[in-house]
């Protein structure tokens, strides 16, 4: 079983639809990604948080340590938030590297 | 001016040659990364590299080997390629090891033929 799993792992909705992607993870961590992979192949960081709640735009993400997960909210949706979208996690006490979820296939309809 | 620059975009080659993919960085980051996509899109880290020392090496062959010529840089060398090489391979750069926020190359695309 990998140490971050993602729901779900494809999602598909309309246009203004309000979406939540979610990641769970098994280690404890001192700072959490979201990624978002663009069809092109691209990566870029949304987010990096170690608690509560951060927002940029219409994303929204939030953390809850005690329950060892996160959501990626997309309030309005618009097709051009088709991508898929990657939770990681830096483990904590000196682990320098990213471990990564499966990711999540997020297809946005007109 | 892009931030993490990689060469090249595609890589296609036959197997047992050798390959090198190029990446650099000009944001003033003192480590750099080298990942690899699979088929199904799963990101793993192979290595990382903090001021041209290297600080992860995760379970990789021996066939691969980077090579940090300064912090700007990092390279990736792979040796007789395989066919399981082929996947997408991404540098990326940040401030510091460790919990800081990474910056993507575009990717490399390798298909061993």
């Known amino acids: 079983k990998n140490e971050v799993e993602q729901s779900p792992q494809n999602l598909t909705a309309q246009e203004g639809e309000f979406i939540t992607i979610n990641c769970s993870y098994s280690?404890?961590?001192?700072?959490l990604h979201w990624l978002q992979q663009h069809p092109g192949g691209g990566i870029v960081s949304l987010f990096m948080?170690?608690?509560g709640k951060k927002k940029h735009g219409r994303l929204i993400a939030t953390i809850n340590i005690q329950e060892k997960h996160s959501s990626l909210h997309i309030t309005a949706s618009h097709p051009r938030d088709s991508a898929v979208y990657i939770c990681?996690?830096?483990?904590?006490?000196?682990?320098?590297?990213?471990?990564f979820g499966q990711g999540t296939r997020l297809t946005i309809n007109p | 001016d892009t931030a993490v620059s990689q060469t090249p975009k595609y890589l296609v080659t036959q197997m047992g040659n050798d390959k090198s993919i190029k990446c650099e960085q000009n944001?003033?980051?003192?480590?750099m990364y080298w990942y690899k996509q699979d088929s199904k899109k799963f990101l793993k880290i192979m290595f990382s590299y903090n001021n041209k020392e290297l600080i992860i090496n995760e379970t990789v062959p021996n066939r691969f080997s980077p090579k940090s010529p300064d912090k700007a840089h990092l390279n990736l060398h792979i040796n007789s390629l395989e066919l399981g090489d082929s996947a997408v391979y991404f540098c990326?750069?940040?401030?510091?090891?460790?919990?800081?926020?990474?910056?993507f190359g575009a990717g490399t695309r390798l298909s061993v033929l």
């Open positions: 944001l003033g980051h003192d480590t």
């Open positions: 990326a750069s940040s401030f510091r090891a460790g919990g800081d926020i990474q910056y």
């Open positions: 948080l170690s608690s």
């Open positions: 990681a996690v830096y483990g904590r006490g000196g682990a320098q590297k990213l471990v």
């Open positions: 280690v404890g961590i001192s700072a």
